[in-house]
């Protein structure tokens, strides 16, 4: 560890962290920090949000005490900084009450440089004694945006952490989050106490993420697809609606011979934690899960994040998306959609029991993710512009690779529009389609609707093609879920240029296409790929030794750069990405002697 009297940041960067620079406004960050400012922090996932609180919280006298919400971030993070050398520590459920004591004892004698804990225990009158007892660098909050309580993932225990703006002024604090629209930062802002703080936006950009929005035929059978030409034998998560999907999901991937796990708050909790660990320390494993996994999730080397139901907005979209190539090396965003996905969100929304102003907050925001779905230009520039950040065009989404062919829609909408307004505003979609088709089903029969006007005017559409033009409908707000539960769609003031012809519509279409990524692609030489394996072998041995995940040791990305370079001797292992002090000294000889074995 470098000297107690004041340690310069980058030092602290270099040799304890592993990095040669500091990225973005990271450097800003810390030294607004480490000056005793207050800071709030949106920066992609990926983006070394961690860093921004670790460092000053070396630099600073005192322990930095850092507020995070699920059990295995905590964890995972003081794993990895063990590993560096770092005094950390947690406290929360799994440890005893002598394991505990232990860590309070060496929290209020000044002994750990960062202490996690759970915002529900930070505000027990039994930790608040504590603070006062010990010796505080610093308040960091991440996932700040819980605070939100119109969000998608608000904790109410969060609204509690104002009592660190009352009783410790003096204390810098800052709160740091991945996803927050202009409505969440102010609610941050404000339920925080944060008026005043410094505020370092970031892009929400994360360029080696590769979007791809399908449309549903046979969801499985696509995932299927998509999982064996592109990502075989990768680490992914798999995020589906039901606990029920989650487990059918899980069992028919094992079938198809893919290591698949499922994860639920309705599993039992050590089954939950068995799976988790099993993904977090295996590699190849597909994590099929609710949105009840995830957050905080610290894997690096997740090369798919795939969704076979929609996401209720662009927030949790964007959240769950950004799990996928922490480590910067190229990842797949998936996501299979259908018209079924918003009926049936919708009515959540409207069976909540929320109250109005919320339930049209929740509406407005799942209009926008299938606003997103049925976009025709970059997927990348739509998201950005969710989040108020202009893009150009990105050259790797599904629109800018395999652009959509579009249809004009514009008379097929009016028809749809005005079978909607005969059949009286309340029939879910299977049954217009039936209408416009001229279909004399029991149900057509018994509503007399083979006698109103729009009656087979749509004999010329197949189903598929009907579908997609309701979607469309929904997406551009003219047509909506009615509220009454069932399914049914209702005209909105929206369909009124429409119906009049002024607006024009078109329908996209396109032949899906994949992208093989040939991972020997990766290596210059065959020589190069045994080295790549023994690396690996290696990682995991250490790994298993010391009961960790691999990527503590050392993530993929410091694995390829020892491929490339080389590296002869200590000195040019402690130049690679990743390596500090301790880590050069714990396993310098180990990785080396496995480079000088191959060449």
Not at 223 to 247: A, M, N, P, Q, W
Not at 323 to 345: K, M, S, T
Not at 424 to 453: A, M, W, Y
């Amino acid at each position: 560890m470098p000297p107690m009297s004041a340690p310069d940041p980058l030092h602290l960067l270099q040799h304890v962290f592993g990095y040669h620079a500091f990225r973005g406004e990271q450097a800003a960050i810390v030294e607004h920090l480490i000056g005793g400012g207050d800071a709030l922090v949106l920066m992609p996932t990926g983006g070394g949000k961690s860093l921004c609180y670790q460092i000053p919280a070396l630099a600073r006298a005192g322990c930095g005490v850092v507020v995070s919400p699920l059990i295995a971030l905590m964890q995972d993070q003081v794993d990895q900084l063990k590993e560096l050398g770092v005094a950390a520590a947690f406290l929360n459920s799994t440890l005893d009450q002598d394991e505990s004591r232990a860590v309070e004892q060496a929290f209020v004698a000044g002994e750990l440089d960062l202490l996690y804990v759970a915002p529900e225990r930070l505000t027990t009158p039994r930790f608040l004694s504590l603070l006062k007892r010990a010796p505080i660098a610093l308040f960091a909050i991440d996932e700040a945006h819980c605070v939100s309580q119109w969000g998608h993932d608000f904790r109410p225990e969060y609204l509690a952490l104002s009592v660190l703006a009352d009783e410790y002024p003096g204390i810098p604090r800052i709160a740091l989050t991945a996803t927050a629209d202009h409505a969440t930062r102010a609610e941050i802002i404000d339920k925080l106490r944060l008026a005043s703080a410094s505020q370092f936006v970031s892009s929400f950009d994360r360029p080696n993420l590769r979007y791809t929005i399908v449309e549903k035929k046979t969801s499985k059978d696509q995932l299927l697809t998509f999982l064996r030409r592109e990502h075989e034998g990768d680490s992914g998560i798999v995020y589906c609606l039901s606990r029920k999907r989650v487990e059918a999901t899980a069992e028919w991937l094992r079938s198809k011979e893919i290591k698949a796990l499922p994860y639920h708050a309705g599993l039992d909790a050590e089954v939950r934690t068995r799976n988790q660990t099993t993904f977090l320390r295996e590699e190849g494993v597909v994590m099929v899960a609710t949105i009840a996994f995830g957050m905080g999730i610290n894997k690096p080397d997740v090369r798919f994040v795939a969704h076979l139901d929609l996401p209720k907005s662009i927030e949790n979209y964007y959240q769950e998306t950004g799990r996928g190539g922490r480590d910067g090396l190229p990842a797949n965003a998936w996501l299979a959609y259908g018209l079924n996905d918003v009926i049936q969100l919708t009515g959540m929304i409207e069976s909540s029991g929320a109250p109005e102003e919320q339930k049209d907050v929740e509406r407005r925001k799942l209009e926008a993710m299938l606003g997103l779905c049925e976009a025709t230009a970059c997927r990348r520039q739509t998201l950005l512009g969710y989040f108020g950040e202009e893009a150009k065009p990105c050259g790797n989404c599904d629109n800018c690779l395999n652009p959509p062919q579009l249809t004009e829609m514009t008379e097929a909408a009016r028809k749809a529009l005005s079978c909607v307004y005969r059949t009286g505003n309340r029939f879910g979609v299977g049954h217009l389609v039936d209408v416009l088709q001229g279909k004399l089903t029991p149900k057509v029969r018994d509503c007399f609707h083979e006698k109103i006007s729009t009656f087979g005017i749509g004999k010329d559409l197949d189903e598929a093609s009907w579908r997609a033009v309701f979607r469309q409908l929904l997406a551009r707000g003219a047509l909506r879920v009615s509220p009454d539960g069932h399914g049914g769609l209702e005209l909105s003031d929206a369909a009124k240029p429409i119906l009049r012809g002024e607006v024009p519509l078109f329908r996209r279409a396109r032949v899906e296409k994949f992208h093989y990524h040939d991972k020997n692609a990766d290596f210059a030489s065959a020589s190069d790929r045994a080295l790549w394996q023994a690396l690996r072998a290696c990682r995991k041995r250490l790994a298993d030794e010391q009961n960790v995940p691999a990527y503590v040791i050392f993530g993929d990305a410091t694995l390829k750069e020892m491929v490339h370079l080389r590296p002869a001797d200590h000195y040019e292992f402690g130049r690679l990405t990743g390596v500090g002090d301790r880590k050069l000294e714990k396993y310098g000889d180990d990785f080396l002697a496995v480079i000088h074995a191959s060449n």
